[in-house]
């Protein structure tokens, strides 16, 4: 299936679940978020969580700002 | 010296003086910086985490959380959508909830969109945010976001990142005296005399970014401004003399010979 994640195309194996995306992507999870079709992903629900074709995800963490 | 320490939120905090850490050099330069200040609070944004490099280096590797309050921002956001979304996504990666709300109206001038901004306040106080929120330096607007439940007034002195100081002491000083709030001066202050005559508004604090960001030696400029932040609050408290059209001399007339 494909999903979206920051506004890239990408393949992941169906019945994959958000955290095996976020695994396969190398992304530590700590003070990480993730929203998924505009509703936010909470952490303790990522292995719980199965992706659907055409999923889109955000994954968003802290940078320098003002 | 008595002074009453900062209380946002319920928190107390000794430093009366928030530093952003966009425009550093390096995440290295801004841990000096911020060391420097002695700042309490700093300001930070949420973007995507960069996928074809995900182990890139990151700011909660030379700033701690734990440490430093890290206050979440809605900088680039131009609709209230935009602003909650991020803000609810900083709660997620943070578990935080205070925030720093602002929604802009302008690539240009960068000015608040008011309208929007007191729209996206009432909806985070709902969801149980802490808000502090950038805002005009329009006391009526003030007045309302305050009474929507922010939890902290933030007027710009000028707009951001122009360095021009403080451009409308009167509406400033207008909104401390309304406010039941911290009013934090947030934008504007390119060096530190301007943060001191902030201060000396009766403000409760300072936000800034970019005049210690891109100074030439920001870590020195970030010392500055926690003296000028001191000094302008100590002032404020001493209580001014009175201004003068002509000379009072300051030694004796009597004895004179």
């Known amino acids: 299936m494909r999903v979206t994640v920051n506004g890239e195309v990408r393949e992941a194996p169906d019945s994959a679940t958000l955290a095996d995306l976020l695994a396969s992507l190398g992304i530590e999870s700590a003070r990480v978020a993730v929203e998924r079709n505009l509703e936010i992903a909470p952490k303790s629900l990522w292995t719980a969580i199965t992706l659907a074709d055409g999923d889109r995800l955000e994954i968003v963490q802290f940078v320098g700002g003002g | 010296m008595n002074d009453s320490p900062l209380i946002i939120a319920g928190k107390n905090y000794s430093s009366r003086l928030i530093i952003g850490t966009g425009k550093y050099k390096s ?18 944004a949420v973007r995507r985490v960069n996928l074809s490099d995900p182990t890139k280096e990151r700011l909660t590797d030379h700033i701690d959380p734990k440490k430093v309050t890290f206050l979440p921002n809605t900088a680039g956001c131009f609709t209230a959508d935009e602003a909650l979304r991020t803000l609810r996504l900083a709660r997620e990666a943070g578990d935080w909830k205070l925030v720093k709300l602002e929604v802009l109206a302008d690539q240009k001038t960068l000015y608040p969109d008011m309208e929007e901004t007191l729209a996206a306040a ?11 929120v950038y805002c005009s330096d329009d006391p009526v607007y003030a007045r309302k976001l305050e009474d929507s439940g922010c939890v902290a007034i933030m007027p710009l002195g000028s ?12 509406n400033i000083r207008l909104i401390v005296e309304q406010s039941r709030v ?7 202050v390119g060096t530190a005399s301007d943060a001191a005559i902030a201060m000396e508004l009766g403000v409760d604090g300072v936000l800034m970014n970019t005049a210690i960001a891109e100074a030439k030696d920001p870590v020195r400029m970030a010392r500055a401004m926690k003296h000028a932040v001191i000094a302008g609050r100590e002032a404020y408290l001493a209580g001014r003399m ?9 030694s004796p007339l009597a004895g004179l010979i």
């Open chain 2, 27 to 44: 995440y290295v330069e801004n841990a000096a910086a911020l060391e420097a200040s002695g700042a309490e609070i700093v300001t930070v």
């Open chain 2, 122 to 132: 009432k909806i985070l106080v709902a969801e149980g945010f802490e808000v502090m």
């Open chain 2, 159 to 170: 707009l951001i990142g122009s360095g021009l100081g403080i451009q409308n002491p009167v």
């Open chain 2, 182 to 188: 911290p009013v934090i001066v947030d934008a504007g």
């Open chain 2, 242 to 250: 009175g201004k003068k059209k002509y000379a009072d001399p300051s």
